[in-house]
């Protein structure tokens, strides 16, 4: 990857100057925002490759911006976060991480650290973008060719069960509504019909379609894609 655009929520400026210009200096384009309302003005501009976010900020705190999120568009799901903060107990670890943060560092601390984590994070994420096979059981989806298979079996997918594996393929482990099913669509998709559709894929994903372990439903969130690998 290069030159990733990560995106710096900080309210402390002098901070923020500094993490700009070093993480610049090591080949990263960087946006700053001083406060959550400014990071979504920029978030509804730029697609960031990672967000690192200060959590004890006026407002809005950094667990709440997380969670947000999370929850919100589509495009920003899955999107690596890095929480910063003078809070190191393990509680707060915790809640940051439940938040759906990626990672968590504690102030102060070495740039250098951060850098590692930094390229860590993207490392991984890189590295599933180009396996692109997921491994549920004995059936796998391989990402890139859209093909699924039972061992070296092929398993027929018609058009819409085929579009519908690859969104939740591309946000495995996000759960998502019919609403964000039906957006990411290439195409005509009717929401009425999702909830079929759902229970074919899972006759040809699931050991048992009727307690399903990868295609699951939170209840209030929606569907869920959850694989081995």
């Known amino acids: 990857m290069t030159n990733p655009h990560i995106l710096l929520v900080d309210d402390d400026e002098r901070?923020?100057?500094?993490?700009?210009?070093?993480l610049m200096e090591n080949n990263f384009f960087v946006s700053a925002a001083s406060e959550a309302s400014e990071?979504?003005?920029?978030?509804d501009i730029f697609l960031f490759?990672?967000?690192l976010l200060d959590v004890m900020?006026?407002?809005?705190?950094?667990?709440?911006?997380?969670n947000s999120i999370r929850a919100g568009p589509i495009a920003y799901?899955?999107?690596?976060?890095?929480?910063?903060?003078?809070?190191?107990?393990?509680?707060?670890?915790?809640?940051?991480?439940?938040?759906?943060?990626?990672?968590y560092l504690a102030k102060p601390f070495d740039p250098r650290e951060l850098l590692l984590r930094i390229q860590a994070i993207l490392r991984r994420r890189q590295t599933t973008r180009?396996?692109?096979?997921?491994?549920?059981?004995?059936?796998?989806?391989?990402?890139?060719?859209?093909?699924?298979?039972?061992?070296?079996?092929?398993?027929?997918?018609?058009?819409?069960?085929?579009?519908?594996l690859k969104i939740f393929s591309q946000y495995r482990g996000k759960p998502l509504m019919r609403e964000d099913l039906v957006s990411a669509y290439e195409g005509e998709l009717n929401p009425?019909?999702?909830?079929?559709?759902?229970?074919?894929?899972?006759?040809?994903?699931?050991?048992?379609?009727?307690?399903?372990?990868?295609l699951q439903t939170i209840r209030g969130k929606g569907y869920v894609l959850i694989p081995d690998s």
Request: one cysteine or more; a negative charge.
């Open 77 to 103: 799901r899955d999107v690596p976060i890095l929480l910063l903060t003078a809070m190191g107990e393990t509680e707060d670890r915790v809640t940051g991480l439940s938040c759906g943060a990626d990672d």
């Open 49 to 51: 490759d990672l967000i």
């Open 57 to 66: 900020m006026p407002g809005e705190d950094g667990f709440s911006l997380t």
């Open 192 to 214: 009425r019909t999702v909830d079929v559709q759902i229970t074919r894929l899972r006759r040809k994903i699931e050991g048992d379609p009727k307690i399903p372990r990868y």
């Open 39 to 43: 990071a979504r003005q920029l978030m």
């Open 15 to 22: 901070l923020r100057e500094l993490l700009c210009k070093f």
């Open 130 to 164: 180009d396996t692109g096979v997921l491994s549920m059981g004995e059936v796998h989806y391989d990402l890139h060719a859209n093909r699924l298979t039972r061992g070296t079996t092929p398993i027929p997918l018609t058009t819409v069960e085929s579009n519908l």
